[in-house]
């Protein structure tokens, strides 16, 4: 089984590149605990999409932590790398965004897979739950997504973007991206729309099971995308609404899997204090080793 962690992202907010920032009791990147998790479920084949800059970096960094017999695949997310016959005269810096980014593994994952977020923290049963998923799979279009809830998602140091999940029956029927929800003066709100929530939704962190027919359709999708002059200038190709769209051509369906613990994750400078306060306790619980890697060598 293969986990795809996206890591190419830039930190504005943060202030410095977050996938990289040494948050473990020993010094841990946040993304060795999801493989550390990954592993402990069962899976064999990691595949880390970062900047060009940091590939070689990132590849000695965890070949010398994680276990010798687990298949590593460090890759940059390129802006050149665009679908055949396509080209783009505009320039462009900014990546063209997490389908792009999981468009790049294409070649080198061919099974059923898990994508998430480098920089955030999942738990531990939700690898179980994908992985216990994947291997009952029957269907080539049948995807998870692994749910948490709203209230428990939230930053105290500022607004974040949430995927607000319709959910009928473990099916998820519809995702709205809202990308300023607060949490202030005990109501929680999204700035953009002024909509309430109590908290209770259930959000997609960009935890997601996916089938490798995703590839296929994420280049449809990119390569209409950027035939949009005025898409091409700054916005980018999100994975979410990849797969809302495939929902709702009825291509594909999504379970919703309980993710069974918490979520956190850095958005903001000021969550890194929690974040490390997080792992610290749960190293001292016995539920990381400390050393992170010592278990699995």
């Not at 998430?116 to 080539?140: C, P, Q, V």
């Not at 916005?235 to 956190?264: C, D, M, N, R």
Request: proline share 4%; hydrophobic share 40%; glycine share 6%.
């Amino acid at each position: 089984m293969t986990l795809l962690l996206m890591a190419a992202g830039k930190g504005s907010r943060y202030g410095k590149l977050k996938q990289f920032d040494s948050l473990g009791p020993k010094e841990e990147f946040l993304m060795e605990f999801s493989i550390f998790d990954a592993i402990e479920a069962g899976f064999n084949h990691i595949v880390i999409i970062t900047q060009r800059d940091h590939v070689e970096f990132l590849k000695v960094h965890l070949e010398t932590r994680i276990p010798k017999n687990l298949k590593l695949d460090v890759l940059s997310q390129e802006l050149e790398e665009l679908p055949r016959e396509i080209k783009i005269l505009e320039e462009r810096l900014k990546p063209w965004g997490t389908a792009h980014a999981v468009w790049t593994a294409r070649q080198h994952i061919a099974n059923p897979f898990v994508v998430l977020n480098a920089d955030d923290y999942y738990g531990r049963d939700a690898f179980y739950h994908a992985a216990s998923f994947i291997k009952n799979s029957t269907s080539t279009t049948v995807f998870a997504m692994v749910g948490y809830t709203l209230k428990e998602t939230l930053s105290p140091n500022g607004s974040v973007s949430r995927g607000i999940c319709s959910v009928i029956h473990s099916n998820l029927l519809d995702l709205q991206e809202r990308l300023k929800i607060i949490y202030e003066k005990g109501e929680i709100t999204d700035l953009d729309s002024g909509e309430y929530f109590s908290g209770e939704e259930k959000v997609s962190m960009n935890f997601w099971v996916c089938q490798p027919m995703l590839f296929s359709e994420i280049e449809v999708y990119f390569s209409q995308f950027l035939r949009d002059k005025e898409l091409v200038k700054n916005s980018e190709v999100y994975l979410p609404a990849v797969i809302q769209e495939l929902i709702a051509k009825k291509k594909v369906s999504v379970t919703v899997l309980p993710s069974g613990g918490k979520w956190f994750g850095v958005t903001y400078a000021n969550d890194r204090e929690l974040a490390v306060k997080e792992l610290t306790e749960m190293t001292k619980n016995t539920i990381y080793p400390s050393p992170l890697w010592d278990k699995l060598n």
